[in-house]
């Protein structure tokens, strides 16, 4: 019998993205994954396509999905194109009715699963262990094996239905974050209120990153010129 070939694994994060309003989040996540030299495996729902089409006027096909990517992703959270330079040569797409994907296995090695943003319908699906396609069957695999979850969940207000499905999100392991921008990093445009939410993202899936300013426990830091 042939050994076993050790090769270095790929290893991802997945990167769900739902239909909730918040698109930029998402861009700004990848972006994040991608500066810090990760490895990204993207599903796209079939709901979120119609928000990225409302939001952004991109309309992401299966079939053109590297340059519809890349166009979305080179925006700014102000909808200006050319914004951002992007390198996708670590990006992997997977169709979101394809449910023999890789990911769709406990077997496949992933780091773990980011759903930005996430609707109640999929905080639903995913508390109640649904797989109506592979975003949720991805997450139900996330939970599974143990691995880090994070869901950034995109909406207001929040019904006790809904409450009590995040809950049951959080007792299962997975971290509930929900996409609510701060204030005491001196936000001045758009993109550093995105920019804050998709670096707390980041924050709890362990990713480093430099996408907001830190709190240091200096009361007016973020007005003062020249200090990080």
Do not use: N
């Not at 299966?62 to 200006?80: C, M, N, P, Q």
């Not at 869901?151 to 971290?175: F, I, M, N, W, Y």
């Not at 209120?193 to 990153?209: I, N, T, Y």
């Amino acid at each position: 019998m042939e050994p076993y070939e050790h090769t270095t694994q790929r290893r991802p994060w997945v990167v769900g993205v739902s239909g909730a309003s918040g698109t930029p989040y998402a861009a700004s996540v990848l972006r994040g994954l991608l500066a810090a030299g990760e490895d990204v495996d993207l599903v796209v729902s079939r709901a979120s396509r119609l928000t990225l089409l409302d939001e952004t006027g991109i309309a992401f096909r299966d079939a053109h999905w590297r340059e519809d990517l890349r166009d979305w992703l080179a925006l700014g959270a102000d909808g200006k194109p050319g914004t951002f330079e992007i390198d996708l040569a670590r990006v992997r797409y997977w169709p979101a009715g394809d449910l023999a994907a890789g990911p769709s296995s406990g077997s496949y090695a992933v780091k773990g699963m980011l759903i930005v943003p996430a609707s109640t319908a999929c905080v639903a699906g995913v508390a109640l262990g649904l797989s109506k396609d592979l975003l949720q069957r991805v997450a139900s695999v996330t939970l599974k094996e143990r691995r880090r979850l994070v869901v950034a969940v995109r909406e207001t207000p929040l019904s006790g239905q809904t409450l009590k499905q995040l809950v049951a999100l959080d007792e299962a392991g997975a971290v509930v974050l929900p996409a609510s921008p701060a204030f005491y990093a001196g936000a001045t445009h758009i993109q550093d209120l995105v920019d804050f939410v998709a670096g707390r993202v980041l924050d709890a899936a362990g990713v480093p990153h430099q996408l907001y300013r830190r709190w240091k426990g200096e009361l007016g830091a973020a007005r003062s010129p020249g200090e990080d």
